[in-house]
């Protein structure tokens, strides 16, 4: 053993008694180290025994008698010092073996010298050095099995002197760990223990606390099929306690580890189904907030979105497949199987790989409802392929129903003048004759606006505001205006001002000041009669220091009421002087009243009410605090103030009672008070203690956190269509549950209710009514399923193919695709033989395509030329007829000024009448002007 090594020296009381015929108690020896250095106490002598083993550090063995026991000794002397082994010491000296060890009660006693002979049974013989360095070795009997079987933690809680290292902390498997000792050949185990791989071990049972080993402890384990829980087994008075642990119970969600695993609410299985009419999907258990919840979706109706929404392992079933190309149309990117992607697909619905789109409006016309783009559907356009014929359209003067609305021109010559008459010919143009209907010039200065020769004219108005500080005028887009004027004499009509003037068009003035200096009056100004001065109710001082309260009345101040200087001191003499006011005498005699309940023969003097202490401890409940014990639960203290003196005295009904919360069992916990706070608390009986809450409904009840309770009894019988309860007096009962919703477990059908103990339910409406998706059936396994669609395509190009609800197969004919380009045929689909162009009637006016020509009609389905210009008195000029007669001017309206050569055509705007030998077209909004050239502008 190194140098400076301590050991400590333990001999076994009971041992020494019998072998030695011990005089001091017959408890266990233990030496406690106090500085690391030296042993035990300080026991006078100044001598200790040091740790220091002299070479290697090797036991001494001593052979003992041939009986391998201790020869029989009388009891020790313990008379004279030195003292032999077993007598009570107080140092080294006192002993004849120089070795005095405490024993587990902090006595000396003094250990037995083996030098020279063997030790008692169950006691080593081991070299120490007495005293300082250099001091003689000496050979004591140490008890070896000092820590046998003492509860323990690590190897070092078995340590005993002279066998460091050697003994180790042995486990016994729930029951805790046990120190062992070392064993061999040369070292055997005491009766009743084993060597097992060199440690003696306990041969059955468990260990007991030995007597010196109070408040040693050891972990154990409580374990059963939920696990392992890790307590304490500690030595007391009453020997080994049982393991604190709580036996390990199924994870419940409690905020707690119940099955020791070191996860607190960590439910199993960690799975639970989530069920819908729609399915079972499933989710997972988690603690929230102290419940137990199942995290996860329910299942749904299946929709078109690449997810298994009903959880039944399939994804998308039972919707439309447009191309029958086994994917989902809502997953697929070309839908109607054409080629062309959905994304780019004029028609995504309608298969049509050569995309035309006649009115460029990003719809193939294979799905476009209205093909010339005019806004109206094709089966509501009277001409489907002309956009400019169709329902809502302008009307113009062309001779054509435009709009579709059975009349033709009406309103297309409306040039929005009220003073015209406005009429359309369809072979000459518009025409706008003068009128004389009310109008609006459009002139907010003028008023009885009418229509004249020369246009819409109105009288002008007056815009005199009878302000002299104001200049007036008009502006024809708002009307009558006023612009303010400053400076210049006016009147206010007030003779409360002085000096009147304009300022930014309003006539003001001074303002007239009306002073009288009477705090008594009300200084104002009349406007129509001047300066007023009324009289007031206003506080003011009469002069009098010895009247308070002073008023106003009849332009002057009155006296208030007398002040009687009252101070509320009985011991001065109250006065009152007119110029000086209050003054208080101070008495030096005279009963008076300190208004101290506490003190008594109150008199005056010096100006205070002075009286004798009565003898009170309070006067208010306050002052008490230092008769309160500071126990709040036996009450309070409050100052008794029903007679003199006044005594602090116990509070009536001031104790605090305290029961149980309610609900909690009174075999679980017990209501206590806390006296620093007075408040009631409740204390429990250790968890798992049994107990019964008197309902037949739960099991082993125990109580936990002082409430008896048990786990419910299992009433499910597995039948939706019992209503399942338990009966507190009389257990699980299972009623009929007639017209409850329940789950056949068919998904064909609906609205499932309990007849009886029976669920059933009527069959899953699959039909969606529309025969255009097929008829849709149900299969037991997924539900209803859509059915076929029908094929629609009659091989006619010209029939719109579609599938109506509720109707089935259309065939619309779309007339406008079968244009020829020739105005005199008609453009006709036939929903059997497709395109047919039969002639328009005869006569039907057309265009040849030559200007020079008038009036081509057509006749058997082709255009022919009309009469030429000469037929009609007029030259063919610039590629169309025109007049050449010379005539007066027109009148051009809102144009901008110019000279126009002759036979010109310009666009004008007729104001009256038309040019002598021309015509407007309203189409062109164009007229020709004749032979000479003429000048314009402006209005005339």
Known sequence: ??????????????????????????????????????????????????????????????????????????????????????????????????????????????????????????????????????????????????????????????????????????????????????????????????????????????????????????????????????????????????????????????????????????????????????????????????????????????????????????????????????????????????????????????????????????????????????????????????????????EGCDGLDNDCDTQTDEGSCEDDDVCTTDTCEPQSGCEHEPSQATCDDGNACTTNDACTAAGCLGSFASCDDQNPCTTDACDPLVGCTAAGLSGGPCSDGSVCTLGDACLSGKCVGAALTCIDDNPCTDDTCLPASGCAYLSNTAPCSDGDACTVGDTCAANSCGPGAVDDCNDQNPCTVDTCAKATGCAHVKKESGACSDGDACTVGDTCTAGQCVGASAGCQCQKDADCAAFDDGNLCNGSVFCDTTSLPYLCRPKPNSAVSCALPLGMSPSCATAVCAPGTGECGTTFVPIGTLCDDGSACTTSDSCVAGLCLGPPIPCDDGNSCTSDSCMPTSGCAHASATGTSCDDANVCTVSDACTGTQCAGSPLPCDDGNPCNGVETCAASTGCAAGKALACDDGVPCTLDACVTGQGCTHTPQHATCTDTNTCTQDVCHPVSGCTHPAAAEGQPCEDGDGCTVSDACHSGQCTSGAPCAAQGLVCSSGGCAALAKGAAPRVHWMSAGTVAKSAVVSLRLRVGAAAGGRSTSSKNSVILGLSSWSFGGVP
Not at 36 to 42: A, I, K, N, Q, T
Not at 89 to 116: F, M, P, R, V, Y
Not at 337 to 366: I, N, R, Y
């Open 1 to 394: 053993m190194p140098s400076g090594r301590v050991r400590n020296i333990l001999p076994t009381c009971a041992v020494l008694g019998v072998a030695l015929g011990c005089g001091g108690p017959s408890v266990p020896l233990v030496a406690a180290p106090v500085d690391g250095s030296v042993l035990g106490l300080d026991l006078g002598g100044g001598e200790v025994l040091s740790g220091d083993l002299p070479g290697d550090g090797v036991h001494v063995e001593l052979p003992t008698s041939d009986s391998g026991t201790a020869p029989d000794v009388p009891p020790p002397v313990c008379s004279a010092k030195p003292l032999p082994a077993g007598c009570a010491c107080a140092s080294h000296t006192d002993c004849e073996s120089s070795g005095c060890l405490l024993n587990a009660g902090g006595q000396g006693i003094c250990a037995a010298d083996c030098g020279a002979g063997v030790c008692p049974s169950g006691l080593s013989c081991e070299p120490f050095t007495q005293g300082t360095a250099g001091a003689g070795v000496v050979l004591l009997c140490v008890d070896r099995t000092q820590r046998l079987c003492r509860p323990c933690r690590v190897d070092s809680d078995c340590v005993a002197p002279g066998f460091e290292g050697a003994d180790a902390c042995l486990p016994y498997g729930d029951l805790g760990s046990f120190c062992g000792i070392a064993c061999d050949g040369s070292h055997p185990c005491p009766s009743g223990y084993d060597c097992v791989s060199g440690q003696c071990r306990r041969a059955g049972g468990e260990c007991a606390c030995p007597a010196d080993a109070l408040g040693a402890e050891t972990s154990c384990t409580v374990s059963n099929a939920h696990g392992a829980c890790v307590g304490v087994r500690r030595c007391g008075e009453d020997g080994l306690s049982a393991c604190s642990a709580a036996p390990p119970a199924p994870e419940t969600c409690n905020g707690k580890d119940d099955d020791c695993d070191g996860a607190i609410d960590v439910l199993s299985p960690p799975t639970c189904p989530i069920t819908s009419p729609f399915g079972t999907c499933t989710g997972k258990r988690l603690c929230q907030q102290g419940q137990e919840t199942c995290l996860g979706s329910a299942p749904v109706a299946e929709s078109c979105n690449g997810g298994d929404d009903d959880c039944d392992g399939q994804t998308d079933e039972g919707f439309p497949d447009t191309d029958a190309d086994g994917i989902a149309s809502c997953l697929d990117a070309d839908d109607d199987g054409d080629g062309v992607l959905d994304e780019s697909d004029l028609c995504p619905d309608v298969a049509d790989a050569a995309q035309l789109d006649t009115d460029l409006d990003g719809q193939g016309d294979a799905c476009d409802a209205d093909d010339d783009g005019d806004g109206t559907p094709d089966g509501d356009d009277c001409a489907p392929g002309k956009k400019l014929i169709h329902p809502g359209a302008n």
